[in-house]
């Protein structure tokens, strides 16, 4: 299995402009994450989907859009970029709500000037 | 939500034994603690999680307070690629389930 797996793997942006992060699972998880990471911070929650089809948003979610057309893929789109999204983005899964272990990501470190 | 309060950061030194603590005074009565670490340029990563009596694992073991207000994260022999911040997480069901993240412990181990 693969894991989470996440592209790319850094990019810089200019102001303005629009990308798509891409997160994959292998695991057949229903639950995923997007969550950010400012420097020397913890992780703040974006969005999150139970399942195929339905998302929801998490702390921080002005900014950003997702989708959740199958199991695997969870892309998080962001429209218009500012340089207050310069941040790590973490795509993470579990099978379950409850479920004790979260599986994260690699990662993409996204610059925006 | 519960909340959990950790040191800012501890040393250590190499094949020595780390305790790492949190403390968790709103925690509920059925609700199980996690751990998570953070190595250098990583994503988190689970480490251990326990509900009132201590446990082991590969990676570590977790020492729960009777009270269950706070709990103690032990490596039993720090190495290098131990170096890392480590999270103690309350259990969140809203939201997907999602993790607090604070700003944890960041553990630096010296040779």
């Known amino acids: 299995n693969a894991g989470v797996t996440q592209t790319p793997k850094f990019r810089i942006l200019k102001i303005g402009q629009s990308m798509t992060l891409q997160c994959a699972q292998d695991?057949?998880?229903?639950?995923m994450y997007w969550y950010r990471q400012d420097p020397g911070m913890g992780l703040k929650l974006i969005y999150y989907?139970?399942?195929?089809?339905?998302?929801d948003k998490g702390e921080v979610p002005n900014g950003y859009n997702v989708s959740r057309s199958t199991t695997e893929d969870f892309p998080l789109r962001l429209e218009l970029a500012a340089p207050s999204q310069t941040s790590v983005y973490f795509c993470a899964s579990r099978p379950t709500r409850k479920a004790y272990e979260q599986y994260f990501g690699p990662g993409t470190r996204l610059t925006v000037t | 939500d519960a909340k959990t309060t950790q040191p800012n950061s501890m040393e250590s030194n190499e094949e020595e034994p780390v305790h790492l603590p949190c403390n968790h005074s709103?925690?509920?009565?059925?609700?199980?603690i996690h751990w998570y670490r953070q190595l250098p340029s990583q994503g988190p990563e689970y480490v251990i999680h326990g509900l009132t009596s201590n446990v082991n694992n590969r990676m570590a073991s977790l020492a729960i307070a009777e009270d269950r207000k706070s709990s103690t994260l032990i490596l039993h022999r720090a190495t290098l690629r131990d170096a890392a911040v480590y999270y103690c997480?309350?259990?969140?069901?809203?939201?997907?389930?999602?993790?607090?993240f604070g700003q944890g412990t960041e553990l630096s181990v010296k040779p």
């Open positions: 709103t925690i509920s009565g059925t609700d199980y």
């Open positions: 695991m057949n998880h229903n639950y």
């Open positions: 997480i309350p259990p969140i069901y809203n939201q997907g389930g999602k993790l607090i």
């Open positions: 989907s139970v399942g195929a089809g339905i998302t």
